[in-house]
């Protein structure tokens, strides 16, 4: 089937080459004999709630966020609207940061943000760099890794009840203190992980892939075959091996 899928500011978010991670949804989807149909949304553009069934929405520094933050904040509503209609979405930094209820600057200035996910941003003194860890479980019994690379001086601090996307084992997070990385909420997915993401975790390009078909058909997500990738696992082994050398926070 054509999955519809929004990527929302590719000329202003888009460090670390995160449209990468758009490639990668797009091969393995046609894997599994299904294509996308990507739709750039940028300043201009709009977001029609259930038009698309994948959102994308990459990082990019504070001056890029500060550009596009009123635009999306009033392009929220929409977006809030899709995803808890079921859409998927991937949120990558400062995407991340900028779908809490807002950023506030190294400079001190506060961007509005759009309050899907549960928390807040505050830009600290110091920046969070290096290869990260997680541990997660996308689906009740299901643990995975993820590994990716941070770059970040925003500290994001979740509300009480809001559900991470990982633990981290090897890294910093959402905030270098509490332990957690990302958020979910519904079939939305907010990280700090660069490297691109997906490359180095095909798992993760697969569960949104299954999230967005199931956005498309209103049935229960499929469950794919695995496909192996020696490459994929090559640079997630790496990426793991580096943040584990790395130090910084262990279990
Ligand atoms: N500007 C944000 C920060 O430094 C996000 C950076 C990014 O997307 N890598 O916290």
């Known amino acids: 089937m054509k999955l519809r899928v ?6 202003y978010l888009n460090i670390y080459a995160d449209r990468g991670n758009i490639a990668v949804l797009t091969q393995r989807a046609e894997l599994r004999g299904h294509s996308l149909e990507i739709e750039s949304v940028g300043l201009s553009g709009e977001i029609r709630s259930s038009a698309h ?5 990459g990082g990019g520094q504070d001056r890029e966020q500060a550009l596009i933050a009123p635009d999306l904040a009033a392009k929220g509503s929409a977006l809030i609207e899709a995803v808890l209609g079921g859409a998927a979405l991937l949120a990558v930094c400062g995407g991340y940061q900028l779908l809490g209820r807002g950023y506030r600057g190294r400079d001190g200035s506060t961007m509005p943000g759009v309050g899907l996910f549960p ?18 479980e996308p689906v009740p019994g299901e643990r995975r890794t993820v590994a990716g690379f ?7 601090l979740l509300d ?11 890294g910093h997070g959402n905030d270098g203190e509490s332990g957690f990385e990302g958020c979910r909420v519904q079939r ?18 697969d569960w949104l892939l299954a999230q967005a078909i199931a956005h498309a058909t209103g ?7 695995e496909v192996p990738d020696e490459l994929a696992e090559e640079a997630h082994r790496v990426a793991a091996a580096r ?3 790395r130090g910084g926070r262990r279990r």
Request: glycine share 10%; with cysteine; net charge negative.
């Open 119 to 136: 928390h807040e941003t505050v830009a600290g003194s110091t920046r969070m760099i290096g290869d990260v860890l997680l541990e997660c």
């Open 150 to 156: 941070e770059n970040h001086a925003g500290r994001t």
């Open 160 to 170: 009480g009840g809001a559900v991470p996307l990982g633990r981290v084992i090897h």
């Open 53 to 57: 069934d994948l959102y994308y929405v």
């Open 6 to 11: 929004a990527h929302l500011y590719p000329d």
């Open 188 to 205: 939305a997915i907010g990280t700090y992980l660069h490297g691109p993401l997906l490359p180095r975790n095909p798992w993760l390009a």
């Open 219 to 225: 049935e229960d997500p499929p469950v794919f075959v």
């Open 243 to 245: 943040a584990k050398s």
